[in-house]
């Protein structure tokens, strides 16, 4: 069975700054999806950012990219020029690729990102 | 706008007392899922869809049900609650194979 696991419980950055959240998994496929999904104190969950496992391209969504490392399986998410509206809980997860694939996403427990003004 | 709406966002009911929590989407998307999301353990998925009248147990199916009469729209039911179904509920849903999973707006259920 895959498990994503996030290290961090809880990390804090200075405004403008930039700050890494790790997360690891743990398959035997080789097709897979990754994700990294904010979760604000609203609540609602947010995609933040996707990557493909076939992809070796690091993926990069304006100040938001990923340090895929497929062999180490790792997946960490970097976030530039730090602001106060990214302050919220980061969740990992893993979806596998496979044709009987029931699309379900794996997740890690969460990093707490604080974002010091 | 592209969306999953989730009704109601908050409840409050008592131990035994049958409710269902509405999720749609409008994206024309063939798969949908619902999620519980408790402190310190992640999101776990309850039920899912792959399309309509196409339904699967998740993780953690125990005490609920869903349904998928048509494609926009898959209620979670509760036939007869219990306070360990307090949580935060997701409903999400995607394209299919390969695509990000969108979420709706999350439900809030106190179950005394």
């Known amino acids: 069975a895959q498990t994503v696991t996030q290290s961090q419980p809880e990390m804090s950055v200075q405004e403008a700054e930039t700050v890494t959240l790790s997360c690891t998994y743990d398959?035997?496929?080789?097709?897979?999806?990754l994700f990294w999904y904010k979760q604000p104190p609203s609540r609602q969950m947010i995609l933040v950012i996707r990557?493909?496992?076939?992809k070796q391209q690091n993926a990069t969504e304006n100040r938001f990219s990923v340090n895929f490392q497929k062999a180490a399986k790792s997946f960490s998410l970097k976030i530039s020029d730090s602001q106060l509206g990214d302050a919220a809980m980061y969740f990992c997860a893993y979806r596998s690729g496979g044709m009987d694939s029931n699309y379900q996403l794996i997740w890690g427990a969460g990093t707490k990102l604080i974002i010091k003004p | 706008e592209a969306q999953v709406t989730q009704n109601p966002r908050y409840l409050i009911t008592v131990t035994g007392k049958k409710l269902t929590v509405t999720c749609s989407q409008n994206m024309n998307h063939e798969y949908m899922s619902w999620y519980r999301q408790d402190p310190g353990l992640g999101l776990r998925q309850i039920y899912y869809s792959m399309n309509v009248e196409v339904t699967d147990k998740g993780d953690v199916p125990e005490g609920y049900k869903v349904s998928r009469k048509e494609k926009r729209n898959f209620p979670l039911i509760l036939e007869s609650p219990s306070p360990n179904q307090t949580s935060l509920y997701f409903c999400?849903?995607?394209?299919?194979?390969?695509?990000?999973?969108?979420f709706g707006p999350g439900t809030r259920l106190l179950v005394l």
């Open positions: 990557q493909e496992a076939y």
């Open positions: 398959t035997s496929e080789s097709d897979y999806y």
């Open positions: 999400a849903s995607s394209p299919g194979q390969g695509h990000t999973q969108y």
